[in-house]
């Protein structure tokens, strides 16, 4: 289970902020998840779970391609927004749950689908999610698991860490595509990189859509001013703050 006060952090910053997501290009569009669905290659049979579903733009974008979809986040308000969406878009097989992604409500093998996008790096243990995806999933299912990742070199992955808890209290860790593949190989997967994609980021957009502060906004936009080179070429930090991060689409079957 999540430690209460990650949770909590959770909840409460994205508990203010649903309408936001629920309104964002970044979350509701772009070139990873018409490639999710693309993988998927589901039949209109299968039984698919969003976990971390956020304001449900992956599970809106399922559903009308599968029998039944389940979207399941920890926080009630985007779950709201999740219902909102689906009844405006008459979908009748999308059904919502609140919960924790390290301890799914769901009996063994329920899902022919898992998936998972810009969710994993709030999780603070994000092998506890994957042994419960594991745990879910049928045994010829597969997971799609899509977010941003680190990158290898430790300056720039440290600066991203320290832009990404500056803008979010409830950020946990960005891991890199190495690691991911690791963890999914420790929980019973074998997994591999199924796309990746460099997603530019608004400034602007970026710091609206969670709510950060005003002060800590000052304080993200002196980091990237005073960044060191290898990190402003890398995130290609420009004179409005706009900059860009790496994303990776990694799709895995339980061995």
Known sequence: MMPVDVKASVQRQFGSVAEEYAASVVHAQGADLGQMVTLAALTGSETVLDA??????????????????????????????VE????????????????????????????DLVVTRY??????????ALREFRRVVKPNGRVLMGDIVAPDAPAADTFLQTLELVRDISHVRDHSTKQWLEMFARTGFAAEVAFTWRLPLKFEAWVKRIGTPAPYVAILQQLMTDAPAEAHAYFEIQPDFTFTLDGALLMAAPV
């Open 84 to 111: 909102r969406l689906a009844n405006e878009r008459g979908l009748t097989n999308l059904e919502t749950r609140l919960g924790d992604v390290e301890a799914l409500p769901f009996e063994d093998a329920s899902f």
């Open 119 to 128: 969710s994993a790096h709030h999780w603070p243990n994000p092998e506890a």
């Open 52 to 81: 971390g579903c956020g304001a449900g733009h992956t599970a809106l974008a399922f559903a009308p391609r599968s029998a039944r979809v389940i979207a399941y986040d920890l926080t009630e308000t985007m779950l709201t927004q």
